[in-house]
């Protein structure tokens, strides 16, 4: 059945160093869909990428969308303390009436 | 400007006993959403609803039941908990399909711990 990945499961990182975190999908996705969950709070929305091979920025996040629309990427600079937490991606499963969560990347910031 | 309510937001059960979790949007929203979150699993899907009257099984639809009587609440039964129930459970809403690139609004969650 339809997978998504996403790696590392988990990043320590020194506050000022970037971070990535690699999604990946088994099947083709028409878009794809990043959220972010705070420890202890609930998973939003950040944003969602279509075309092939988009790139988005928000401020020092930079999210993309590869060439085959098989697989995505967040890359975080300068880390802040403020970006911690866990990062989904999430694709359509083929009905669209539902997405596919990748498992996330858990990101800790040492000050 | 409440979005998705879930309650209770803690509750501990014996094994054995049922109770419903509650979720309320006042988004106008058709499909709502229950999953469960896991260490080390991300978000799996219980059950979900395209609408008014609808449900569907997720990926994990076992031990539970759902209804959606009426199109702003979505009901998660637990019939006879289990402690493999023990989990963090999400609410979730979105206007129309999110496979279409339509956000899905979270609630804040309902820690459950089952003894």
């Known amino acids: 059945g339809q997978q998504v990945m996403q790696i590392p499961q988990y990043q320590h990182v020194q506050e000022g160093e970037d971070f990535t975190t690699y999604c990946n999908s088994s099947?083709?996705?028409?878009?794809i869909q990043w959220y972010k969950q705070r420890p202890g709070g609930h998973p939003v929305f950040l944003i969602q990428?279509?075309?092939?091979?988009e790139v988005k920025k928000q401020k020092r996040l930079t999210f993309q969308f590869g060439e085959a629309k098989k697989n995505s990427s967040l890359h975080i600079t300068a880390t802040q303390t403020t970006d911690v937490g866990t990062y989904f991606c999430?694709?359509?499963?083929?009905?669209?009436?539902?997405?596919?969560f990748g498992p996330g990347t858990s990101l800790s910031v040492i000050p | 400007n409440a979005g998705v309510t879930q309650t209770p937001k803690f509750r501990v059960l014996k094994t054995g006993q049922s109770m419903t979790l509650l979720c309320a949007q006042d988004?106008?929203?058709?499909?709502m959403y229950w999953y469960r979150q896991d260490p080390g699993m991300g978000l799996r899907l219980i059950h979900y609803?395209?609408?008014?009257?609808?449900?569907a099984k997720g990926e994990v639809p076992d031990g539970y039941n759902v209804s959606r009587l009426k199109k702003q609440n979505f009901l998660l039964g637990l019939e006879s908990a289990a402690p493999s129930q023990t989990s963090v459970y999400f609410c979730?809403?979105?206007?129309?399909?999110?496979?279409?690139?339509?956000?899905?609004?979270f609630g804040e969650g309902s820690w459950l711990t089952v003894v």
């Open positions: 609803s395209v609408g008014e009257g609808t449900t």
């Open positions: 099947t083709t996705l028409s878009n």
């Open positions: 990428l279509v075309k092939s091979g």
């Open positions: 988004m106008n929203h058709e499909y």
């Open positions: 979730a809403s979105s206007p129309t399909r999110p496979g279409s690139g339509n956000t899905i609004y």
């Open positions: 999430a694709g359509p499963k083929t009905s669209y009436d539902k997405v596919i």
